[in-house]
């Protein structure tokens, strides 16, 4: 149990990292950032709708997962509040929303880490633990991909690559901690899980989807994101 929180953050890390890497080696196809923002979405959207919402709706029912929807959604909107009330001013507009996109995201993943890591900490060494964590690992590349993309865009490297990784996988860690002294009952767990699904679908709707359209256009976008849907459901349903 003590060495939950390592587990944890590690699992974060390493899918965050080589979502990075990936944004990496894609950085100077700045044209194309709205092709790759909608894939993402979409990934991340088949995540939520074929594994995490299942699971949630098995663990705590329909009620649950609507209440823990609609605070979700209530945190999402403050946190979007106040990160529109900073200025940031950089040698161009367009980095400018590079920049904010940028640091809006890494604040709405790593408070959705939060209540996972709380899940996970409380589940630790049981089959629904390693479920969360290799569900952690696989969504967090995409999440990795779409938070780095307007961070190199706007000229950030190497450096704030592993600062961005660490920001996001701290919260994992204390809230592995905390769940391993909380009685977290299935009720409970899964009204956690309803918190981090409801803000990471804002996040891939309204910010990440949202700005493709602005950079592609609609049909382009909605094609895109129905790809890295189909990709998720080839992945859990087809063997390897």
């Not at 900490?121 to 990795?144: A, V, Y």
């Amino acid at each position: 149990m003590g060495i939950a929180w390592i587990i944890s953050a590690f699992a974060s890390a390493l899918g965050i990292s080589i979502g990075g890497g990936l944004a990496w080696a894609m950085k100077g196809f700045q044209r194309g950032f709205g092709y790759i923002y909608s894939l993402c979405a979409g990934l991340i959207v088949g995540l939520l709708f074929l594994e995490m919402i299942p699971e949630s709706i098995e663990l705590g029912g329909w009620v649950i997962l609507a209440i823990g929807i609609a605070i979700g959604l209530f945190l999402f909107q403050y946190i979007h509040h106040l990160i529109g009330k900073i200025t940031i001013i950089t040698d161009s507009h367009q980095k400018d929303i590079f920049v904010r996109s940028g640091l809006l995201l890494t604040l709405s993943i790593a408070f959705h880490n939060l209540p996972v890591g709380i899940a996970l900490g409380s589940t630790i060494g049981t089959d629904f633990s390693d479920f969360m964590l290799s569900t952690l690992i696989i969504h967090n590349i995409p999440e990795g991909i779409i938070v780095f993309t307007p961070l190199f865009l706007a000229g950030f490297g190497i450096f704030t690559w592993v600062i961005v990784t660490v920001l996001i996988s701290i919260p994992i860690a204390l809230g592995a901690m905390l769940g391993q002294f909380i009685d977290t009952s299935i009720t409970s767990l899964a009204f956690i899980i309803n918190l981090a699904i409801s803000i990471i679908f804002m996040v891939a709707v309204k910010e990440i989807f949202k700005e493709a359209v602005k950079n592609l256009n609609l049909f382009s976008s909605t094609i895109m994101g129905i790809v890295g849907f189909i990709i998720i459901y080839l992945y859990m349903n087809l063997p390897i």
